[in-house]
């Protein structure tokens, strides 16, 4: 068996042993109603509160609670009392001095930053803006180790159960203790982790799970975080179950219904033999039953065996951008009469194809990729994005009119990939690393079982500009390796790599889409050379601006918002987006990036930007310009932004200028009432006037067919006198973990808009809620992000509330020294939680 055969046939990395071929009988039932399960037949705890957390240390023993003490530490389980692997680990470990956390949770946004002069060349970018300055790494080991603890409640009559944890992802490097003893370590920031403790678990007694995580070392080129930042389970199922992942239905459109088959693996993690009945359920978007099909298995003891079924049903919605239709697959597996496990795996019903000529067709339509590139980090909470928070940004860019994302560049959260499937959103998946080693295989493999019955992923990306081996043999011999894997685990969607340059050559002769990575002016000449492969923008624009400023101030760190700064690579948004909206064999572009992130501060890379400039919206989600250059044209509903703003005080008579992004038919601009001229809209270009300034009113008017339909004004705002809060949703979930997103801005007198206000904001809360982080947008701000304070960054800050677990009215007041205060009403419902 050769490395791919051994990846193919694991359902789980820790699986015991491998399923030979499944002694199955398969045969259409009658449809009957389902058997009822036993109580708690699979249980699935998440494990967010009760966390204690502290700093260790990557080079001092005693800093590390003796961690790596002595040179014996893997010689015996667990140590022994005397010469435990760790203090920390054991249950009598006096932890009340840590911290208490919850999780997910990111230690590098509490961490300070590292600014001191180095000498650089004058063309060196320094190191340590690529992860947004920092004091993490090889250079702060008193920062890079972080210890994890809490109790395990594991219920008595989990007994004789298969127990285990899952790690949604972990920064970087974990070794994983329960009772004091290690069960797992595991490398790589990005893949989940899924641990069995059955044997070292002790149900209806006193557990405590213990977690070292390392982050010295990074992966990427941009902020990571440090730590738990993503989810941590607590799992239980019969020693006969589906293991993780374990179902793959493969769903398509049939006339009016569907079609689907379903690979069901069923592990029999007992001493004896069982005969299993494995029975699959399409429920339809609307709650009904639609097929059911069942089939016999023969498991024998500590095997492995696969049922493959097929069902087909009549009126089948299909799933889209425009309505994510959801079907569910419900898997039992009986025995003797009896269920045993139950699994509610969520699919689509759609075709996705990538055309050479025709781009990319959803159920059988062209429809060009509106897409944008993200990373994991958000204002305020760093790498450990609520939930709700995940759902937040998608929203905000669907109302942009992106209906594409591509996770870059890596494995993103799964809470990220259920809001893509359930609120509408195409997805490129990609892996971490681009390479064959046994590592990256399996990072690869995990990525592909967990998200391949999701609607939303359309392809696997397997690399991005991998400069050293893109354009080689070395690289399309790589590529190879992983696309075989790929197809075999998922034959039914293409595979991709991102590349910026070497495009004829290397993985480009081995992908079945190939991303170009901003070279888009050369995508036409490569489609007349290779005229059968598809292909797309993966990366385009990158456009760089600050949100609200409007001249350039390299001295500050400051790039105005007309989408006019690029770096050399790069372009504007209205250059690559002409070249793509035009040529109907460009599946479409993904834009670098939705939103600002921490770290890689291009232009500037160096003290004191701490995040990047190239989003479409700021670190918090407020719109720049470019954001309604993109909504004017990837949306059909009318559109008209005018921009800059009109607060030019000492500027008088001075020539600005002034932008309109528009979809309308023609504009005309008017100062304090003048006209200043009428301009026709040509399609995916923009408007510009060059305007002298008096303070006062400036109007655009647009018109579509002759008519006046929208019309948008910027005034002239005096001293700032009052703050204003509004909230994405005032009724919240009181489960501990929902937020509310509140936007602070700033109003003069007559309630206009102080478009470069800049006042300190502290944020009060009453009732059962915390503010959990704050952010202003500002790529140069070093302030805290685990605060209830923040400056303003040209009129607007951002704080995100989180409810606690009572429930009741919350209200949050705004305050700033000299303006009248703003408060907001919330509430918060109380709700179970969820288990």
Same mark, same amino acid.
């Given at each position: 068996?050769?490395?791919?055969?051994?990846? !193919?046939?694991?359902?789980? =990395?820790?699986?015991?042993?491998?399923?030979?071929?499944?002694?199955?009988?398969?045969?259409?039932?009658?449809?009957?109603?389902?058997?009822?399960?036993?109580?708690?037949?699979?249980?699935? *705890?998440?494990?967010?509160?009760?966390?204690?957390?502290?700093?260790?240390?990557?080079?001092?023993?005693?800093?590390?609670?003796?961690?790596?003490?002595?040179?014996?530490?893997?010689?015996?389980?667990?140590?022994?009392?005397?010469?435990?692997?760790?203090?920390?680990?054991?249950?009598?470990?006096?932890?009340?001095?840590?911290?208490?956390?919850?999780?997910?949770?990111? /230690?590098?946004?509490?961490?300070?930053?590292?600014?001191?002069?180095? &000498? #650089?060349?004058?063309?060196?970018?320094?190191?340590?803006?690529?992860?947004?300055?920092?004091?993490?790494?090889?250079?702060?080991?008193?920062?890079?180790?972080?210890?994890?603890?809490?109790?395990?409640?594991?219920?008595?009559?989990?007994?004789?159960?298969? *127990?285990?944890?899952?790690?949604?992802?972990?920064?970087?490097?974990?070794?994983?203790?329960?009772?004091?003893?290690?069960?797992?370590?595991?490398?790589?920031?990005?893949?989940?982790?899924?641990?069995? &403790?059955?044997?070292?678990?002790?149900?209806?007694?006193?557990?405590?799970?213990?977690?070292?995580?390392?982050?010295? #070392?990074?992966?990427?080129?941009?902020?990571?975080?440090?730590?738990?930042?993503?989810?941590?389970?607590?799992?239980?199922?019969?020693?006969?179950?589906?293991?993780?992942?374990?179902?793959?239905?493969?769903?398509?459109?049939?006339?009016?219904?569907?079609?689907?088959?379903?690979?069901?693996?069923?592990? +029999?993690?007992?001493?004896?033999?069982?005969?299993?009945?494995?029975?699959?359920?399409?429920?339809?978007?609307?709650?009904?039953?639609?097929?059911?099909?069942?089939?016999?298995?023969? #498991?024998?003891?500590?095997?492995?065996?696969?049922?493959?079924?097929? %069902?087909?049903?009549? @009126?089948?919605?299909? /799933?889209?951008?425009?309505?994510?239709?959801?079907?569910?697959?419900?898997?039992?597996?009986?025995?003797?009469?009896?269920?045993?496990?139950? *699994?509610?795996?969520?699919?689509?019903?759609?075709?996705?194809?990538?055309?050479?000529?025709?781009?990319?067709?959803?159920?059988?339509?062209?429809?060009?990729?509106?897409?944008?590139?993200?990373?994991?980090?958000?204002?305020?909470?760093?790498?450990?994005?609520?939930?709700?928070?995940?759902? /937040?940004?998608?929203?905000?860019?669907?109302?942009?009119?992106?209906?594409?994302?591509?996770?870059?560049?890596?494995?993103?959260?799964?809470?990220?990939?259920?809001?893509?499937?359930?609120?509408?959103?195409?997805?490129?998946?990609?892996?971490?690393?681009?390479?064959?080693?046994?590592?990256?295989?399996?990072?690869?493999?995990?990525?592909?079982?967990?998200?391949?019955?999701?609607?939303?992923? &359309?392809?696997?990306?397997?690399?991005?500009?991998?400069?050293?081996?893109?354009?080689?043999?070395?690289?399309?011999?790589?590529?190879?390796?992983?696309?075989?894997?790929? +197809?075999?685990?998922?034959?039914?969607?293409?595979?991709?790599?991102?590349?910026?340059?070497?495009?004829?050559?290397?993985?480009?002769?081995?992908?079945?889409?190939?991303?170009?990575?901003?070279?888009?002016?050369?995508?036409?000449?490569?489609?007349?050379?290779?005229?059968?492969?598809?292909?797309?923008?993966?990366?385009?624009?990158?456009?760089?601006?600050?949100?609200?400023?409007?001249?350039?101030?390299?001295?500050?760190? *400051?790039?105005?918002?007309?989408?006019?700064?690029?770096?050399? /690579?790069?372009?504007?948004?209205?250059?690559?987006?002409?070249?793509?909206?035009?040529?109907?064999?460009?599946?479409?572009?993904? &834009?670098?990036?939705?939103?600002?992130?921490?770290?890689?501060?291009?232009?500037?890379?160096?003290?004191?930007?701490?995040?990047?400039?190239?989003?479409?919206?700021?670190?918090?989600?407020?719109?720049?310009?470019?954001?309604?250059?993109?909504?004017?044209?990837?949306?059909?509903?009318?559109?008209?932004?005018?921009?800059?703003?009109?607060?030019?005080?000492?500027?008088?008579?001075?020539?600005?200028?002034?932008? !309109?992004?528009?979809?309308?038919?023609? @504009?005309?601009?008017? @100062?304090?009432?003048?006209?200043?001229?009428?301009?026709? @809209?040509?399609?995916? =270009?923009?408007?510009?006037?060059?305007?002298?300034?008096?303070?006062?009113?400036?109007?655009?008017?647009?018109?579509?067919?002759?008519? %006046?339909?929208?019309?948008?004004?910027?005034?002239?705002?005096?001293?700032?006198?009052?703050?204003?809060?509004?909230?994405?949703?005032?009724?919240?979930?009181?489960?501990?973990?929902?937020?509310?997103?509140?936007?602070?801005?700033?109003?003069?007198?007559?309630?206009?808009?102080?478009?470069?206000?800049?006042?300190?904001?502290?944020?009060?809360?009453?009732?059962?809620?915390?503010?959990?982080?704050?952010?202003?947008?500002?790529?140069?701000?070093?302030?805290?992000?685990?605060?209830?304070?923040?400056?303003?960054?040209?009129?607007?800050?951002?704080?995100?509330?989180?409810?606690?677990?009572?429930?009741?009215?919350?209200?949050?007041?705004?305050?700033?020294?000299?303006?009248?205060?703003?408060?907001?009403?919330?509430?918060?419902?109380?709700?179970?939680?969820?288990?």
């Amino acid at each position: 068996m050769d490395r791919e055969d051994l990846l !193919v046939s694991r359902v789980d =990395r820790r699986a015991l042993m491998q399923g030979a071929t499944a002694a199955a009988v398969a045969a259409i039932l009658p449809s009957t109603p389902a058997l009822a399960a036993t109580p708690e037949t699979r249980r699935r *705890i998440k494990l967010a509160f009760d966390w204690k957390f502290a700093l260790g240390h990557a080079a001092d023993i005693d800093k590390d609670f003796g961690f790596g003490r002595d040179q014996r530490t893997y010689a015996k389980t667990g140590g022994s009392e005397t010469s435990p692997i760790a203090e920390a680990a054991k249950a009598a470990f006096d932890d009340s001095a840590w911290t208490d956390v919850q999780i997910p949770h990111d /230690w590098a946004i509490d961490l300070p930053y590292d600014s001191t002069p180095r &000498i #650089l060349a004058p063309d060196q970018d320094d190191p340590r803006a690529a992860h947004g300055f920092h004091a993490l790494g090889r250079d702060h080991p008193e920062n890079s180790v972080g210890w994890y603890r809490r109790p395990l409640d594991i219920p008595a009559d989990w007994a004789g159960r298969r *127990i285990g944890l899952e790690f949604d992802g972990a920064f970087r490097q974990v070794v994983v203790f329960v009772n004091g003893i290690i069960v797992d370590e595991h490398a790589g920031g990005y893949s989940p982790f899924r641990i069995d &403790i059955t044997d070292v678990a002790q149900p209806g007694r006193p557990n405590w799970l213990t977690v070292r995580v390392d982050a010295s #070392l990074g992966e990427g080129w941009f902020y990571e975080g440090a730590g738990l930042y993503r989810h941590v389970w607590l799992t239980a199922a019969n020693p006969v179950h589906v293991p993780p992942d374990g179902v793959f239905i493969r769903a398509e459109p049939q006339g009016s219904g569907a079609r689907a088959t379903v690979e069901a693996a069923v592990r +029999n993690q007992s001493d004896s033999s069982r005969t299993a009945t494995v029975r699959t359920v399409v429920v339809a978007p609307n709650g009904l039953e639609k097929a059911r099909r069942e089939v016999m298995l023969s #498991l024998a003891p500590w095997r492995n065996e696969n049922a493959d079924l097929a %069902l087909a049903w009549d @009126v089948a919605p299909l /799933w889209s951008p425009a309505d994510p239709q959801l079907h569910r697959l419900t898997t039992e597996i009986e025995i003797d009469g009896v269920v045993v496990d139950r *699994i509610e795996t969520p699919f689509g019903v759609r075709s996705a194809v990538f055309d050479a000529q025709r781009g990319f067709l959803l159920n059988g339509q062209p429809l060009k990729l509106l897409g944008a590139c993200c990373h994991q980090d958000h204002a305020g909470v760093g790498a450990a994005i609520p939930d709700r928070l995940q759902d /937040w940004r998608i929203e905000q860019l669907k109302a942009m009119g992106c209906n594409a994302y591509r996770a870059s560049h890596n494995p993103a959260m799964p809470e990220l990939m259920d809001a893509c499937d359930r609120l509408g959103m195409l997805v490129i998946a990609e892996t971490r690393r681009m390479s064959s080693d046994e590592e990256s295989m399996t990072e690869l493999a995990t990525l592909v079982r967990r998200d391949r019955n999701r609607p939303s992923v &359309i392809a696997w990306s397997i690399g991005n500009e991998e400069q050293a081996i893109q354009g080689n043999e070395t690289g399309a011999a790589i590529a190879r390796t992983m696309k075989r894997l790929v +197809n075999r685990l998922d034959p039914s969607r293409p595979v991709t790599a991102a590349k910026d340059q070497d495009f004829d050559t290397g993985v480009s002769r081995v992908v079945d889409v190939l991303g170009f990575n901003y070279r888009t002016p050369q995508m036409e000449g490569y489609h007349a050379r290779f005229p059968d492969q598809p292909i797309l923008g993966s990366e385009t624009g990158s456009t760089v601006s600050t949100r609200g400023e409007y001249v350039l101030d390299a001295a500050r760190h *400051i790039v105005p918002a007309y989408d006019r700064e690029h770096p050399w /690579w790069a372009s504007t948004a209205e250059e690559w987006w002409t070249i793509a909206a035009e040529r109907p064999y460009i599946a479409g572009g993904f &834009i670098w990036t939705g939103f600002d992130y921490r770290g890689e501060p291009t232009p500037y890379s160096r003290w004191p930007s701490v995040g990047s400039y190239f989003g479409a919206m700021d670190s918090c989600g407020f719109p720049k310009d470019n954001y309604w250059y993109y909504r004017a044209w990837w949306r059909p509903e009318p559109l008209l932004h005018l921009f800059p703003h009109w607060n030019w005080e000492g500027r008088e008579g001075e020539e600005i200028e002034v932008w !309109v992004h528009s979809n309308l038919d023609r @504009v005309e601009l008017l @100062v304090n009432g003048r006209s200043v001229g009428a301009k026709t @809209v040509e399609r995916n =270009r923009h408007l510009a006037w060059s305007v002298p300034y008096a303070p006062g009113v400036l109007e655009a008017r647009g018109y579509k067919n002759g008519h %006046l339909v929208s019309t948008q004004r910027r005034e002239t705002a005096g001293a700032p006198a009052a703050l204003r809060l509004s909230v994405d949703r005032q009724r919240l979930t009181a489960d501990g973990e929902d937020v509310a997103m509140i936007a602070t801005s700033v109003v003069d007198a007559r309630g206009r808009p102080c478009p470069r206000a800049n006042d300190l904001v502290a944020f009060e809360v009453a009732g059962d809620a915390r503010v959990i982080g704050v952010g202003n947008g500002d790529p140069v701000s070093h302030e805290p992000d685990r605060s209830d304070r923040r400056h303003l960054f040209n009129g607007l800050a951002q704080a995100i509330v989180q409810t606690g677990r009572k429930g009741g009215p919350i209200t949050v007041t705004a305050r700033a020294d000299g303006l009248r205060p703003a408060v907001l009403r919330l509430d918060a419902r109380n709700t179970k939680l969820s288990t």
